[in-house]
């Protein structure tokens, strides 16, 4: 389940079709409100985002596709794909990452409907941002146009492919795949069940009752792919395309979830470490700002996954991955990764 969206069918949506927030749709796409109707009755469905005051903000509409035309020139993609048909962010929730979010469930459906190829057409110039999130997770423009649209496709492979590109580059072009073998170091970081609870929203704990994320300041963090863990762990060998393994302390003392690491960077400045984690970490500014009186290590990555089961320390502990609770960021050898890999059957 992934918080603050809903996925609805379109023709639930035709009381809203009549407000501000398809104006610029409408303006963009002649006849748009025939098309929306005549999708609606055919059973297609959205995913959407309502703002504080319950009215529409934000909507992705998609659908599955089977050998579909793609361009003006006929290219043809084979098999199925997922396409994102409209995909707009509304004023009224930006900067709660809700693009990502609609880019986490697209994901995420490719991946349970194995579908080969996620593709959108769009207005480049007209939506600089959609074209920038596209292409940090992996969309290529180039395959040509569509009506007078650039055409964006990902390539999502059931399996990993084996290609010899560096690990930061893998993940971003095949995500959620990701680089593993050998010559990528892994780590396990600790993460107190507070701060698990805010990166991890989507994450069904076992032992505490539903996140009530109206009430929390920071809900909207974990609506990102990307994310940010601010330490002062000793570690200083942490590079991009490193895999990660978090680790639920105090409550439940499992380890959860699995990432991979975008970006790694060692400052004291906090305007300069602020910047860099906008909207992607639990910290406040004023929490920054006293984290930063000393070198605080700045760890961008992206989430790939939950384990369907987590692994409890005790199970850890007998495999010799950990020997103890660990307090900081722990470097794994490749047996203890592989180990890992075991008991989380995967």
């Given at each position: ?63 599955e596709?089977?050998?579909?035309r793609?361009?003006?020139?006929g ?10 048909c ?12 809700i693009g ?6 697209a994901?995420?459906y ?25 292409a ?24 990993a ?35 698990h ?36 762990t000793?570690t ?28 790694f ?17 639990v ?16 760890i ?9 089961s ?9 495999r ?9 960021i ?17």
């Open positions: 389940h992934l918080p603050n969206i809903e996925d609805v069918p379109l023709y639930s949506l035709s009381p809203d079709l009549k407000g501000a927030f398809f104006c610029s749709l409408r303006e963009d796409y002649q006849d748009f409100n025939n098309w929306f109707t005549k999708k609606a009755r055919e059973g297609r469905r959205a995913w959407i985002c309502r703002d504080d005051h319950g009215n529409l903000g934000a909507i992705c509409i998609y659908a596709q089977v050998d579909e793609i361009t003006d020139a290219e043809v993609l084979p098999g199925k794909a997922l396409k994102l409209t995909f707009k962010v509304g004023d009224s929730v930006r900067g709660r990452k990502e979010l609609f880019l986490k469930a994901f995420r490719a991946t349970e409907n194995r579908c080969l190829n996620i593709f959108i057409h769009g207005n480049a110039e007209k939506q600089n941002y959609l074209a920038s999130l596209l940090d997770f992996g969309f290529s423009g180039n395959s040509g146009s569509y009506g007078g649209d650039v055409v964006w496709i990902k390539k999502h492979p059931e399996i492919p084996n290609e010899s590109i560096n690990a930061k580059d893998f993940v971003r072009l095949y995500y959620p795949h990701y680089r593993q073998d050998a010559s990528v170091s892994k780590y396990l970081i600790p993460i107190v069940p507070a701060y609870d805010i990166l991890f929203p989507d994450y069904l704990s076992p032992t505490r009752a539903q996140l009530n994320l109206f009430e929390n300041p920071q809900r909207h963090v974990g609506n990102a792919i990307k994310l940010a863990y601010l330490c002062h000793q200083k060998t942490i590079v991009p395309g490193d895999v990660i393994l978090f680790y639920r302390s105090t409550d439940e003392k499992m380890l959860t979830t699995i990432g991979v690491v975008d970006d960077s060692i400052s004291a400045d906090s305007a300069e470490i602020s910047a860099q984690v906008s909207r992607r970490t910290y406040s500014y004023d929490q920054i700002a006293s984290m930063a009186r000393k070198e605080v290590k700045v961008l990555f992206r989430i790939i996954k939950h384990l369907p987590p692994i409890p320390f005790k199970e850890l502990k007998k010799g991955i950990l020997s103890g609770s660990p307090q900081s722990v470097k794994l050898n490749e047996s203890k990764y592989r180990s890992f890999l075991d008991a989380a059957g995967i």
